[in-house]
């Protein structure tokens, strides 16, 4: 059976740090781009960071660059998400996801897969930043 599980998330105060983590099983995690999404109360999901199988090639949206970063362990089958310089606009629920294209890699240098892509979804962790 398939689980993907966020932890890590809670309170922060603005230009705290927080380090977000999601553990897999179930599929063979090493094949499978990992993406992490967000959704903030009111406004839709959105793609934030993606990386893919061998972490070669990682994506950032604008609003995260410089101050997120993404990694992963397939040994251990987890992804991370170092949140570090942290804003009140990055309250928000973290997802997960776990999408598998061989083909997908190629598009990381400009711009993560679409979240109707991803085959797998966690179900998030709460992230709120409020001093």
């Known amino acids: 059976q398939v689980h993907l599980v966020e932890s890590g998330g809670g309170l922060v105060q603005p230009g705290g740090s927080l380090r977000l983590s999601c553990a897999a099983s179930?599929?063979?995690?090493?094949?499978?781009?990992i993406g992490w999404f967000r959704q903030a109360p009111g406004k839709e999901r959105e793609g934030i960071s993606c990386?893919?199988?061998?972490?070669?090639?990682?994506y950032y949206k604008d609003s995260v660059k410089d101050r997120f970063t993404i990694s992963r362990d397939n040994a251990k089958d987890t992804v991370s998400l170092q949140m570090n310089s942290v804003k009140s606009e990055d309250t928000a629920v973290y997802f997960c996801?776990?999408?598998?294209?061989?083909?997908?890699?190629?598009?990381?240098?400009?711009?993560?897969?679409?979240?109707?892509?991803?085959?797998?979804w966690g179900q998030g962790t709460q992230v709120t930043v409020s001093s």
């Open positions: 996801a776990a999408l598998l294209d061989p083909l997908a890699v190629r598009r990381l240098a400009t711009d993560c897969p679409r979240g109707d892509e991803y085959q797998y």
């Open positions: 990386i893919g199988r061998d972490a070669g090639s990682t």
């Open positions: 179930g599929f063979r995690f090493d094949y499978y781009i």
